[in-house]
Every structure is written in structure tokens, then in C-alpha cells.
């Protein structure tokens, strides 16, 4: 199994002790595991929605999925790397089920300046973040996921094919053409 980047490989104890009460019906226990992980989850989801009230119900759906999926943990890897995976399942499919039409978003022609090469102020970070979500929206679902898994969340290719449930060789491959239409996108200035 891959470990991601600055993730402990062992399992933690007040994990399994929470886990095993919640599989025995105790809700404060699963309330417990929310607590402590939703902070993570919420980073995670912030990279497929930066509207508040998606990422929230984003956030909500992972964790409704993973306590309805418990049963299926084996505690082989720590639970926060199970539910990195179901994160980026439960972001995929809100990417798929969105239409075409929503994907596309114009960006004005000084918004393409700050994509050709200049790099924004300090200051400016939070408007660059919103050109780069405003370009990867313009991808397919699995380009903007394998970009996102790489390049924002730091994913070895490896981590990134484990987490979305793909060969290392189909993300390798998917990251190759991703970054072409990418780079494509950016030339032509849509």
C-alpha cells in the first residue's frame, strides 16, 4: 500500500478503539472520527469546489459514505488514507455529474496575462487559485482529478492511481495527456 506524503503508517490506537464502537452502534464514537479527521477532508475537498455550501455537502457525503461502508475498512492502512479514497470518489463523481455546460468557465483576456507566465503578487495568491480552478474546470473529470492528485495534493503517481483506482501505468498515462490539454488550453487562450 502507498503511504502519502507526511501520513503516519501506523494505526492509530483511539482509530480503532472509535471504529470498533461505531460498528457496535455507538454514535459518539463515529462522532469522534468525524472530529478528527474532517479538517483533512475538508482540504481535500476544497480542490473540487471552491463554493463553501458544495465543499460542505461534499465533506458530508464522504463521511455519510464511510460510516455506511465501515464494515469494508480493513485496518491494514491508517483510516484516514481509507477515507482520502472515498474523498476522492465521493469528488469525482460530483465532477461527472455536473454537465458539460457547467465546466465551462471564460476567463477574461487579462486573467490569461496572469496564465502566461506572470506570476502573481503575494497578495494576488487567492485570485491565482481562482484562475487555476477556472482552468482545470475547463478539463474532463479525470484530467482535472490526476492534476489535482499531483500537482495540488503533492500525490506521488503511484499514491494518485491508488487513490483513484487506477494503474500506476493508466495514471501515468492520464497525467501525460492531461498536462498536453492543459498546456494546449493555456496557448490558445481559450
Given at each position: 500500500?502507498?503511504?502519502?506524503?507526511?501520513?503516519?503508517?501506523?494505526?492509530?490506537?483511539?482509530?480503532?478503539?472509535?471504529?470498533?464502537?461505531?460498528?457496535?452502534g455507538d454514535g459518539e464514537a463515529y462522532r469522534r472520527l468525524v472530529e478528527r479527521y474532517q479538517h483533512?477532508?475538508?482540504?481535500?475537498?476544497?480542490?473540487?469546489?471552491?463554493?463553501?455550501?458544495?465543499?460542505?455537502?461534499?465533506?458530508?457525503?464522504?463521511?455519510?459514505?464511510?460510516?455506511?461502508?465501515?464494515?469494508?475498512?480493513?485496518?491494514?492502512?491508517?483510516?484516514?488514507?481509507?477515507?482520502?479514497?472515498?474523498?476522492?470518489?465521493?469528488?469525482?463523481?460530483?465532477?461527472?455529474?455536473?454537465?458539460?455546460?457547467?465546466?465551462?468557465?471564460?476567463?477574461?483576456?487579462?486573467?490569461?496575462?496572469?496564465?502566461?507566465?506572470?506570476?502573481p503578487d503575494a497578495g494576488e495568491a487567492f485570485e491565482a487559485a481562482e484562475l487555476v480552478y477556472a482552468?482545470?474546470?475547463?478539463?474532463?473529470?479525470?484530467?482535472?482529478?490526476?492534476?489535482?492528485?499531483?500537482?495540488?495534493?503533492?500525490?506521488?503517481?503511484?499514491?494518485?492511481?491508488?487513490?483513484?483506482?487506477?494503474?500506476?501505468?493508466?495514471?501515468?498515462?492520464?497525467?501525460?495527456?492531461?498536462?498536453?490539454?492543459?498546456?494546449?488550453?493555456?496557448?490558445?487562450?481559450?
Amino acid at each position: 500500500m502507498v503511504i502519502p506524503i507526511g501520513a503516519s503508517t501506523s494505526l492509530d490506537a483511539d482509530d480503532c478503539r472509535d471504529i470498533a464502537a461505531t460498528l457496535l452502534g455507538d454514535g459518539e464514537a463515529y462522532r469522534r472520527l468525524v472530529e478528527r479527521y474532517q479538517h483533512d477532508i475538508a482540504r481535500q475537498m476544497s480542490r473540487f469546489s471552491r463554493e463553501f455550501a458544495v465543499r460542505d455537502e461534499l465533506i458530508h457525503d464522504v463521511f455519510v459514505e464511510a460510516y455506511l461502508s465501515l464494515r469494508n475498512y480493513k485496518s491494514s492502512a491508517p483510516w484516514l488514507h481509507w477515507l482520502r479514497k472515498i474523498a476522492v470518489r465521493v469528488g469525482y463523481r460530483y465532477w461527472t455529474s455536473r454537465k458539460a455546460g457547467d465546466r465551462e468557465i471564460t476567463l477574461s483576456d487579462e486573467d490569461w496575462q496572469h496564465l502566461r507566465g506572470r506570476s502573481p503578487d503575494a497578495g494576488e495568491a487567492f485570485e491565482a487559485a481562482e484562475l487555476v480552478y477556472a482552468l482545470l474546470a475547463q478539463l474532463s473529470p479525470s484530467d482535472r482529478l490526476i492534476l489535482t492528485l499531483v500537482y495540488l495534493d503533492g500525490c506521488t503517481m503511484a499514491e494518485a492511481a491508488h487513490r483513484a483506482g487506477w494503474t500506476v501505468v493508466g495514471a501515468k498515462l492520464r497525467a501525460f495527456r492531461a498536462r498536453n490539454r492543459l498546456a494546449k488550453l493555456i496557448e490558445e487562450g481559450s
